[in-house]
């Protein structure tokens, strides 16, 4: 951490990158840096391509920009596991002297002059302890991006990588910020087309394996039809994840050109199914993305699941 900080004390042009499609953690971590740093009197730009609305009410989100062409001494990559995830319009990435990476994800490959890599449960939580070290104080607009990215990234704090410190951040920054509010608005709201996704995805929804796998799909033609954007998408496969007695619960996007599909368990390791396609993931997460056919994908991809739930089965039985 000390690493980090003299590099930016020296740094005055900083630019500040996330991962592609960013989500909550990378929005957040980025965008509570930024505050931390305009308080230090730094020049700083964010640069992040695709910003999803639902984070406008995020002090600061205004100032995100999608280009620049400009040279900076130093840039800061947050929530991004490899080089090739950055978030990197125009190739930003070569303009630039020195490189920090921080980042949550144990896959890491340390790809910049400086890494700061731990398993906190979001890269929020990391970025709060840096502000603290920083002795920055942390007000309201630091403290609204980092319950955006804690919230996100943990489910609401119900994920199994929470751990106390995760709750003591979220305790003390519950001082400055309205916690409730902001879950309300980033996990207890869904959009009018969301809602419709979400049926079209129920009525999609078969069980196979004495219902322990979930499986159901939505089509590019779905999506343009129910007036959805494609990252709205992107909570479907929890639809099957909440029933009871499902263990495996896929759900697949049905593209022209191909089909991604995700992988969710609480128990069993998708990411060894995802493998079987030559894609990958976490333990508990994962996806794969094909040119297969439908048919052909769905009958190969629930046969795997149902030998990883056999498997599950019997070990579980054993224990
Ligand atoms: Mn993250």
């Known amino acids: 951490m000390n690493n980090i900080i003299s590099e930016i004390q020296k740094s005055n042009n900083i630019v500040l990158l996330c991962h592609r499609n960013p ?22 730009d964010i640069i992040i391509n695709d910003v999803p609305e639902r984070f406008t009410f995020i002090e600061g989100y205004n100032q995100i920009k ?8 130093l840039g800061v990559i947050l929530d991004t596991a490899n080089i090739d995830r950055v978030n990197n319009p125009g190739n930003i990435l070569e303009n630039i002297e020195r490189t920090i990476v921080i980042d949550h994800h144990i896959s890491n490959t340390k790809y910049g002059d400086v890494n700061y890599v731990d398993e906190s449960p979001a890269c929020c939580q990391i ?20 319950v955006t990215g804690l919230l996100t990234d943990t489910g609401g704090f119900a994920h199994s990588n929470v751990t106390d410190e995760t709750f003591l951040v979220a305790a003390s920054l519950s001082k ?21 996704l979400k049926q079209k995805t129920m009525d999609n929804l078969e069980f196979y394996e004495n219902g322990q796998v979930a499986f159901s799909y939505i089509t590019s033609k779905d999506i343009e039809q129910l007036g959805a ?3 709205e998408c992107d909570i479907l496969v929890n639809i099957g994840r909440e029933i009871e007695g499902v263990e495996i619960s896929i759900f697949a996007r049905i593209y022209p050109e191909e089909i991604r599909v995700s992988l969710r368990s609480s128990n069993v390791d998708v990411c060894s199914i995802a493998q079987v396609f030559g894609c990958g993931g976490h333990i508990n997460a994962a996806g794969i993305t094909t040119s297969m056919d439908f048919d052909t994908l769905k009958e190969k991809i629930i046969k795997e699941a149902g030998k990883k739930i056999n498997e599950w089965n019997f070990s579980s039985r054993q224990a």
């Open 127 to 146: 970025i709060y302890n840096l502000i603290k070290d920083m002795n920055i104080e942390i007000d309201n607009q630091i403290g609204v991006p980092l």
């Open 23 to 44: 989500d909550g953690d990378a929005i957040g971590s980025t965008l509570a840096l930024y505050h931390a740093l305009i308080k230090l009197d730094k020049e700083v």
């Open 229 to 231: 954007t494609y990252d």
């Open 176 to 196: 400055v910020v309205n916690v409730s509010d902001i879950y309300k608005k980033v996990l207890g709201t869904i959009t009018k087309s969301q809602f419709k």
């Open 66 to 73: 999608n280009s620049s062409n400009k040279e900076y001494n």
